[in-house]
């Protein structure tokens, strides 16, 4: 007797290897698989715009990356004595201006870089729900906690995320785009409204995937609702997956996008890792010396099997 249904997800045809760079841009579930890419050493660069959960303004940043897009400070507003940006989370606000706008133009400096090198885009989209600033007249990627009366809330439509992405798809011909939606639950919409606002994105994505042969669909959201719908690969919000259910989606992303051959080179950097993590209790003594001397070797070995991995450690 089974107690749980599993997703099955097909080896896909398009492969992830250490050489190819990645740029990931969305929710704060992109920042999940950006940590586990990083730890297991693939290149990439993870939400140059901080964490941003809907399409419209992910796109659009998109955008402003592929331009190298210069902020000034007329794009800046100043809210609780914070300088900051309403197409950028909260990571880059602060109460030097210049300082402000050189951390936000330096990052899109180096995002262009990377976008140009990247064979891969990862998109996390979290809601359909966005916030339009009244005054601007334009939806935000980020309220900054300025009082609701300067925002206007409603849902995008399916053929708006359509548009936004068909906006910059031109520039993204020579990539591969995976698209995934966050399993995180935006509860505070509740309950029937978050559901909507999944399905939107969803349906969207899907549609694209069948208008765009670059563009793919890996089922994060769906593997959090059916294979761990249990409460315990929860965080105690009962809303963020854990770092249980977090692994275990990484898995099924490693066996989708990774050749066994990358999954080899992987299990060798685990090691490494949980050697890295090993506490030093006695410093000075001959087999603290020598654990050490197994690290470093255990490195050099790997290290003259794949001279192509930039090791991170």
């Given amino acids: 007797m089974d107690f749980f249904t599993k997703i099955n ?3 896909s045809s398009i492969q992830i290897t250490h050489k190819d760079k990645l740029l990931l841009m969305g929710s704060c579930f992109t920042e999940n698989i950006g940590n586990q890419l990083k730890q297991y050493q693939f290149p990439g660069n993870i939400n140059p715009f901080g964490i941003i959960y809907h399409p419209v303004s992910i796109f659009g940043n998109l955008k402003k990356v592929m331009d190298k897009n210069v902020y000034t400070e007329n794009e800046l507003l100043q809210h609780n004595e914070l300088y900051l940006s309403l197409d950028h989370h909260g990571q880059f ?30 998109i996390t989209l979290g809601t359909a729900f966005v916030y339009k600033h009244l005054a601007q007249d334009r939806v935000v990627a980020n309220c ?19 548009a936004a992405f068909n906006a910059v798809k031109t520039q993204l011909k020579d990539k591969t785009i995976l698209f995934t939606v966050s399993p995180v639950r935006h509860w ?13 994105l969803i349906e969207s994505i899907h549609q694209l995937i069948a ?4 563009c793919f669909y890996f089922p994060a959201y769906e593997l959090m609702m059916d294979e761990l719908r249990d409460y315990r690969f929860y965080a105690e919000d009962m809303l963020h997956p854990n770092a249980v259910a977090v692994k275990y989606i990484w898995q099924r992303f490693a066996e ?6 990358t999954q ?8 490494i890792h949980l050697l890295l993590q090993h506490r030093i209790k006695n410093a000075d003594t001959q087999a603290q010396a020598a654990f050490e001397q197994k690290v470093q070797t255990t490195i050099a070995v790997f290290k003259s099997k794949h ?3 930039e090791l991170g450690f």
């Fill in 211 to 214: 208008e765009n042969s670059n």
């Fill in 188 to 200: 505070r919409d509740g309950a029937v409204e978050n559901q909507r606002s999944k399905s939107i």
């Fill in 93 to 122: 606000s602060g109460t030097d201006k210049n300082e402000v706008l050189t951390n936000i133009n330096t990052t899109i400096e180096k995002a262009h870089t990377d976008f140009n090198a990247a064979k891969f885009i990862i």
């Fill in 256 to 261: 989708t996008y990774f050749s066994e051959q």
């Fill in 144 to 162: 900054h906690k300025i009082p609701n009366t300067a925002f206007e809330k409603r849902l995008l439509s399916i053929d708006e995320i359509k």
């Fill in 264 to 271: 080899q080179i992987n299990a060798q950097l685990e090691k």
């Fill in 307 to 309: 001279p192509d991995i």
């Fill in 9 to 11: 997800i097909q080896v």
